[in-house]
């Protein structure tokens, strides 16, 4: 690899770095507030923060360095970046950050908080790259052209760390393991900047560190794009053992491992409440497992069964590792995001019996899919609506009374029945828009999700820390 080429591949490396650490980031703290446009929102702050203190600080050291110091220095920072990265930021940050939520901290003050002591000085110390490089290749004193070939090969990596990090990496070797080749690509180029000649043995590391990387036989854990999927077995107090998938942090689905019965209270109610109603057509907004689609497709009386998920891996998933068995032909996936899937759907003129919205089961919730205008969507197209909630037990978070508030408005009523009875703080309900079977009508009040002021992802973490 020739020497004059270096700098670029370094730029390259720091760029992408940059953006592969802020989608890690982010998508690591998913589970533990969900993906909120205030965590992305929070996390883009302290990350342009840190970029434009690196590069002022950069600059002004090396302008008064000579290339050897620089050298020295900006592969010193690169090293540290990566320790930084891999021993303190990536294994930490959904811990401190569930820490901070404990202590009544606000959810942007936990995530800026978070991100600020974890965060920012690996990625002040891998941003003085950009100055640093401008200065080691400006030999012509051409300082523009310099620093515009700099940054020109670092925004193309960092076009490359945004895209590839969750297209590619997070589902191929998941989000820990794509941490190490964040951090070792950066030691790789640290090390290079110091040895030139390493650089070819470097990138033998990444590729070694890289195949290391790829799962092995690893049939219950998956990082998809959109969320972590596990699938686990635990023995219940009845003896019987449960398969659970856990999606986003959160028990979505459950069946009886030796027979294949759905174990969810709420699953067995909405199937009674379909069964009874006698649609013959059915709409699950939120597939998951994949429960309930399965076993209405066992009533002979059901034409249509549409299963919606903005996760096209969830499918391949149940039938493989949690279900174990093939979807029913009457079944059809829907690999969409729920807000658009509804506007679809009306708009092909479809319409159903009955409706499951079964998308809040995750540690955080989707905003976009709690907002008068998404309810009225589902409303155009459904005769019955339910959606199977997790709220605090007596209905006083602003969470609970600002989402049953929203319900009732677009349907007209929210009828609430409780399906894990029970003593502790959070409960599951099923909220429905005709009364079920044992339900009660929520009479209370609350301030409307709208789609241009939904304030859902804050009240939703207040509520469950």
Request: charged letters at 20%; hydrophobic letters at 50%; a neutral charge.
């Amino acid at each position: 690899m020739r020497q004059r080429y270096l700098p670029w591949m370094v730029a390259f490396v720091e760029g992408f770095s940059t953006l592969a650490v802020e989608v890690i980031a982010i998508r690591l703290a998913v589970p533990v507030v969900g993906s909120s446009i205030v965590l992305t929102g929070v996390m883009l702050g302290v990350v342009l923060l840190a970029l434009s203190a690196g590069y002022w600080r950069g600059g002004a050291l090396s302008s008064g360095w000579d290339a050897a110091r620089t050298r020295k220095t900006l592969s010193r920072n690169l090293l540290l970046a990566a320790v930084l990265y891999g021993a303190l930021a990536f294994p930490l940050e959904a811990r401190l950050l569930e820490r901070l939520l404990e202590w009544d901290f606000s959810l942007p003050l936990a995530i800026g908080v978070d991100a600020v002591v974890l965060l920012l000085l690996p990625i002040y110390l891998a941003s003085q790259t950009v100055p640093m490089l401008a200065e080691i290749t400006n030999v012509d004193g051409h300082a523009g052209r310099a620093s515009g070939t700099v940054l020109f090969f670092s925004t193309l990596g960092s076009v490359a760390g945004g895209i590839v990090t969750p297209v590619w990496l997070f589902p191929a070797i998941g989000v820990i393991r794509t941490s190490y080749v964040v951090c070792a690509l950066l030691a790789c180029a640290g090390t290079a900047m110091a040895f030139s000649w390493a650089f070819a043995g470097a990138l033998a590391l990444i590729a070694a560190v890289s195949a290391w990387a790829a799962p092995r036989n690893e049939l219950f854990y998956f990082d998809s794009p959109y969320q972590t999927i596990r699938i686990e077995e635990n023995r219940k107090d009845d003896g019987r053992v449960e398969r659970v998938m856990v999606v986003g942090g959160g028990r979505a689905s459950g069946i009886y491992s030796d027979t294949g019965e759905t174990s969810f209270p709420y699953t067995r109610a909405v199937f009674a409440a379909l069964k009874k109603c006698e649609a013959d057509s059915l709409l699950v907004i939120g597939a998951a497992g994949f429960n309930l689609p399965r076993d209405a497709a066992t009533v002979p009386r059901m034409r249509v069964i549409d299963a919606v998920d903005i996760d096209p891996a969830v499918r391949g998933i149940s039938e493989r590792h949690f279900l174990r068995e093939a979807l029913s032909p009457k079944i059809r996936f829907l690999p969409l995001s729920g807000r658009y899937a509804a506007r679809k759907l009306h708009q092909e003129g479809r319409h159903y019996g009955f409706t499951l919205i079964d998308a809040y089961f995750g540690q955080g919730i989707p905003e976009e899919l709690v907002t008068k205008e998404f309810f009225d969507d589902v409303r155009r197209i459904s005769d019955r609506t339910v959606a199977n909630m997790i709220l605090d037990r007596d209905l006083e978070s602003n969470f609970a009374r600002s989402v049953l508030a929203t319900f009732r408005a677009a349907f007209g009523a929210a009828w609430l029945l409780e399906v894990t009875p029970g003593d502790s703080y959070l409960a599951n309900y099923l909220v429905g828009s005709w009364p079920l079977d044992g339900a009660k009508e929520w009479k209370g009040e609350g301030t409307l999700y709208r789609d241009d002021k939904n304030s859902a992802g804050r009240d939703h973490v207040a509520m469950k820390w």
